[in-house]
Nanobody, 123 residues
Framework: QVQLVESGGGSVQAGGSLRLSCAASGYTFSSYFMAWFRQAPGKEREGVALIASFGTGTYVDSVKGRFAVTQDNAANTAYLQMDNLKPEDSAMYYC?????????????????WGQGTQITVSS
């Protein structure tokens, strides 16, 4: 079955960096769309970065220029590099995957989710 396992979360001061990993199994990695979402307490789950074909990323405006997605097809792993972190980036971060038919920015577009990893950014 499809499994996604995130790692790399933690606490960091504002301006710091973290890299999240999402290890995938149970499907052909390159054949699914993947995305990173986050959810802060009391807020809706928000699409942060979408990984489209060939690993290119699209980003929500609030993280453009600070976050970057990459993927290693040989390792079945996607990454979210987060630089210049801000307190408002604090949230639970999730990776998600789905067969498609397109790379959705909505959480409802994904059937498979990791367990989440917490990011806390202090000022």
């Amino acid at each position: 079955q499809v499994q996604l396992v995130e790692s790399g979360g933690g606490s960091v001061q504002a301006g710091g960096s973290l890299r999240l990993s999402c290890a995938a199994s149970g499907y052909t990695f390159s054949s699914y769309f993947m995305a990173w979402f986050r959810q802060a307490p009391g807020k809706e789950r928000e699409g942060v970065a979408l990984i489209a074909s060939f690993g290119t990323g699209t980003y929500v405006d609030s993280v453009k220029g600070r976050f970057a997605v990459t993927q290693d097809n040989a390792a079945n792993t996607a990454y979210l590099q987060m630089d210049n972190l801000k307190p408002e980036d604090s949230a639970m971060y999730y990776c998600a995957a789905d067969r498609g038919p397109y790379c959705s920015s909505r959480a409802t577009g994904y059937n498979y989710w990791g367990q989440g990893t917490q990011i806390t950014v202090s000022s």
